[in-house]
Every structure is written in C-alpha cells, then in structure tokens.
C-alpha cells in the first residue's frame, strides 16, 4: 500500500477525478484525504473474503439486504468536499439498490487485514467507520492467525470481541447474522 500525501487534504470530488483518469486497473482508497493505493490481493486474502461473504450475501438476500465484496466505497454523506472514500472487503446495507459508486449507510463493514494496510485499516479507516451513525458491525479478519476483531456498537460507542478459536462465532445481531471462525478461514493455512 502507497499512500500519496498532499499539503492540503484531498476531497472527495477531486479524488473521483483523479480515479476516472486511470488508465489501468489499480485500485485506490481516499482515508482522511490522502489517496491510497491498495495492492493486489493474495489468494488467502481472497478466499477469507470469499468465506464470509458469500454466506453473508445468501442470508442478506434473503432478508432483502445488499452484500457488496470489494467493488464498492463508503461515504460519510454526498458531500464531494468530505475527505474519506474506503473500498472494504466485504459491506452491508439493507435499501434498495442506487446507481451511484458509493454507499452512505452501511450496517456492516469487513475488512481482511493484509500486513501492508494493517496500520490504516485499524487506525483512520476504523475511526471513520465507527463515526457513520449506521454501522452497526466492523469485523477485522486477520489473514496470517486465525483471529477476528469484532466492533459492536453498544448505544453511542463500540465494544471489541476478539474471537480466536475455531469454533468461535461472530454474530452480527444487527443483521441476524452468525458464522464460526473455521468456516471464514475454510481452505486457508494459517
């Protein structure tokens, strides 16, 4: 992960510009206005986010909820001056579908944590996350030991699960929504 800082924060609209005017398939993320390139995924990184969101995306459906995986960024509001945009793994939100490129209310957020973005993804990410009034769940899933960090919110603040054993399970109450740890690492050596 790269992340190019400016003097002056990037906004919101002037990060939309600079991602459409890519010629290639990079991927970028906007965390309190500094532009970050994310890497490419490993295939642990992948099957993780695969194990949990697919399960997530059967019981959502069925509940008439949305379960994007990896193509889709949050923000705070529609306001193109704010300076956060984040792409998570895996993210819920119940509503009808739009037609923009963002989200506004996610109720859950699931980031698979990689070594190169492990610091961004628990320090300004999370804080950003924690501070939209609709998430209600943030599951942070390592990738090299078999631990979920789990972010409930608890009236006006958050209180952290961490789940390492096999036969854990995470539950998102706010979904109605369990899955054991052996199942989200399933085909994966940790």
Known sequence: MTALRHIDPMTIEAFDT???AQADAALFELVEGAIVMMTNPTEVHEQIAANIGAPLKLA?????????????????S????????????????????????????PLVVVEVLSPSTIDFDRGPKLDFYKALPTVRHIAFIYQD??????????????????LKLAGDIVHFEAVDFRIELARIYFDVTV
């Open 18 to 20: 600079f991602v459409e």
């Open 78 to 105: 529609d306001d193109s001056r704010d300076t956060d945009k984040p792409r998570p793994d895996v993210v819920v939100r119940c509503g009808a579908v739009g037609t923009r490129t963002y989200i506004t209310d």
């Open 60 to 76: 959502m459906d069925a509940r008439g909820c949305r379960t994007y995986q990896g193509g889709i960024r949050i923000q705070r």
């Open 145 to 162: 030991q078999m631990r979920v960090e789990h972010y409930r919110r608890v009236e006006q603040d958050f209180e952290l699960e961490v």
